[in-house]
């Protein structure tokens, strides 16, 4: 396969599910079937240490990253300065390593029960805790200078660590190996015009930044509550510095596009069979095992009720994050978002003047000026911050009934009780809800089965059924004690 092949890729296939899958067959085969490519990742693996296999892993997720749904295509940036300039900083990580050799090799390292990564807030601390007070000591990965003063818990900046002089055993050798490797990658990309260095530079950056961070920790188990952000490269690191299982926790819904290139020993899942679909794009994934909501856990059933904040509602309408370019496989989402979503619910709160509907968008909503004014002239509430210590649980459950595009929270009210549907005009928007089984009966396809459904919402009881949690979203008062049991108890087997 010729290395500009990616360039004149097109999508191709007669629905979302076909589109994603023969990109991700695209992908492994960009990755497996190029002589340049593999030569490289063989050259680089030898220097590294780092199996092939791995590399490879990792470059399907970077390519795949590569891809803009909106667009229909590959966006590589192969200019000449471009080229360059990734040059630059992939010697700059290279040469930084040089001042590690000289850090003598006596690092005491500092074992965990566990680590999570991904921890990007405060309410991220918060939220990790549930899990972390079920171990004896914790390891958190975070991207920002945040506060933990829980006990047996220790929060790091990935980006400090990353600078920070450890050993690394890495030696001049190693590193004259990678600079020439560099330069010859550098000589591919100019004479053949297509940016390999795009590639290499992540999987040498990711190579040193978790070099550094298991110099100097370990841990018996990981936990990734994004499992669209996972990392084999990652995931080799960790069981060679001594970890035994890697896991992480479905999000979101696992829609189609979200669900590419998974890598980790243990999905958790909301409920039964979700992320199963992960397996067939691309991913290897060993075990599936519903735990219920990890956020609803947190801001809901382990956080004080403050629903006095919170008015009197009869539909809730929960929000999505629009646009979202990956949210863009075909023209159906476009077409229903804008076209029917959007408009029926501006009709439906101006024939139902005296019933209380909230459209409510989580508070990181980073706003959408077509949406905005196509819901001018409605008699819709929209909230988007508010001061509710359980964020938009509080609202739902304040609800009578609950309706959303495409939020995850949809499946995770189902599952524990509420009256909850996603408005799906005309049944065509399977990149959301691919794999997600009995589904039918919560999707609300024509305008008139909303209204009838709002006219009667005085009447709606919440429903808690066994079947609803199986295939939904589990009970979820003790998600993070599930979560923790079943890695101790994977390990206990072996």
């Known amino acids: 396969m010729g ?3 990616i360039l004149q890729y097109t999508s191709n296939g007669q629905n979302v599910y076909e589109i994603v899958k023969n990109l991700t067959i695209f992908v492994k085969k960009f990755v ?22 791995v590399l490879e892993k990792r470059s399907n997720q970077i390519l795949f990253g590569f891809y803009q749904f909106d667009k229909k295509k590959f966006i590589l940036k192969n200019n000449i300065l471009f080229i360059f300039y990734d040059l630059i900083i992939s010697l700059g990580l290279t040469l930084f390593m040089v001042l590690n050799i000289f850090i003598p090799n006596k690092n005491k390292i500092k074992k965990f029960d ?45 980006k400090k660590e990353l600078f920070n002089l450890v050993s690394i055993n890495f030696s001049f050798k190693k590193i004259a190996s990678l600079i020439l490797f560099l330069i010859k990658i550098f000589y591919y990309s ?9 590639v290499f530079k992540y999987l040498i950056y990711d190579f040193i930044k978790y070099k550094k961070i298991y110099s100097k920790y370990s841990a018996k188990y990981y936990f990734n509550y994004k499992f669209y952000d996972t990392n084999p490269l990652h995931n080799y690191i960790f069981k060679k510095s001594g970890g035994l299982k890697t896991s992480c926790y479905q999000k979101n819904i696992c829609s189609l596009s979200l669900s590419c290139f998974v890598y980790a020993d243990i999905f958790f899942s909301l409920g039964r069979d979700q992320g199963k679909i992960c397996n067939d794009l691309g ?18 059933f382990k956080q004080k009720k403050d629903l006095e904040r919170i008015p009197d509602i009869d539909i809730l309408i929960i929000g999505i994050n629009t646009p979202w370019p990956r949210g863009c496989i075909n023209n159906d989402f476009h077409n229903s978002y804008y076209k029917e979503f959007i408009p029926w619910i501006v009709k439906i709160s101006n024939e139902f003047p005296n019933k209380k509907i909230f459209y409510k968008h989580h508070n990181y909503f980073k706003g959408d000026t077509r949406e905005t004014e196509l819901l001018d002239n409605s008699n819709l509430k929209v909230i988007v911050n508010d001061k509710s210590l359980n964020s938009t649980y509080g609202w739902a459950f304040k609800s009578k009934i609950i309706i959303s595009f495409a939020s995850t929270m949809i499946v ?6 509420k009256q909850a549907y996603f408005i799906d005009p005309g049944g065509i928007n399977h990149q959301w809800f691919y794999g997600i089984n009995n589904l039918e009966k919560y999707k609300i396809k024509t305008y008139d089965s909303l209204k009838k459904i709002v006219a009667n919402s005085s009447n709606i009881k919440n429903d808690h059924n066994v079947q609803n949690e ?6 979820s008062q003790n998600t993070s004690k599930i979560i923790s049991n079943f890695l101790k108890n994977e390990i206990n087997k072996n």
């Open 114 to 158: 566990l680590i999570c990564e991904n921890i990007g807030s405060d309410v991220d601390v918060k939220r990790h805790k549930f899990i972390s007070e079920n171990f004896n000591s914790t390891l958190l990965l975070g991207y920002k200078n945040l506060q933990c003063n829980y006990e047996n818990t220790k929060l790091i900046n990935i």
């Open 3 to 5: 290395l500009r092949s």
């Open 190 to 198: 100019i004479l053949n015009r297509y940016n390999f260095l795009s």
């Open 470 to 475: 199986n295939f939904f979203c589990i009970d």
């Open 32 to 53: 497996y079937e190029n002589f340049l490519f593999q030569k490289s990742l063989n050259d680089l693996s030898v220097i590294l240490d780092i199996p092939k296999t």
């Open 283 to 300: 991913g290897e994934i060993d075990l599936f095992k519903p735990v219920g909501s990890f956020f609803m856990e947190s801001a809901w």
């Open 412 to 417: 995770e009210l189902i599952g524990n009780g």
